[in-house]
């Protein structure tokens, strides 16, 4: 079942079984807000066991990309378009958030990011290989993120 995040009044519903919980309600609800306030888009997820097709697809970009597999249960995706841009996202149950933007018309503008929740670490299969900037959001508190450019076609 599909669920409209509510950026005003932050919930944790889908997210229940994650150690950071609160956090990563807060940093799912910062990317609601984002694309409400630039794209007037309702920011929407489905459970991961759901959502097959967006999780095949965020799998095999960061496998083919970087080969990188995470350890870590899936709870929800995202997919959906905005203007020229097709955007999926993953949040997992150990606080992390993979999102894919993909611009349709443009291949220099393709490209994976990472979000950590606040509280969690670093996971294994991202150490070391980047480097994470930090962003405050009084939503989700300090977000670390990171990201890479998608060099091939999906």
Known sequence: ????????????????????A??????RANEARYFMNKYKHEFTV?????????????????????????????????SF??????MSY??????LSVN?????????KRAVGFKLSDGMEVPKELEGKFKFARQKSKLAGTIRGSYFVIKGEY
């Open 100 to 108: 894919v933007m993909y611009t349709i018309d443009d291949t220099k």
């Open 46 to 78: 489905v459970p991961a066991s759901e959502s097959q097709g967006t999780l095949d697809y965020v799998n095999r970009i960061l496998k083919d990309e970087r080969d990188i597999e995470f350890a870590a249960k899936p709870l929800e995706t995202s």
């Open 22 to 27: 609160e956090a990563l309600a807060g940093l």
């Open 90 to 95: 993953v949040f997992y149950e150990d606080g």
């Open 81 to 86: 378009q905005v203007e020229n841009i097709k």
């Open 1 to 20: 079942m599909s669920y409209i995040v509510d950026f005003k009044n932050v919930s944790t519903v889908g997210l229940e079984s994650s150690p950071v």
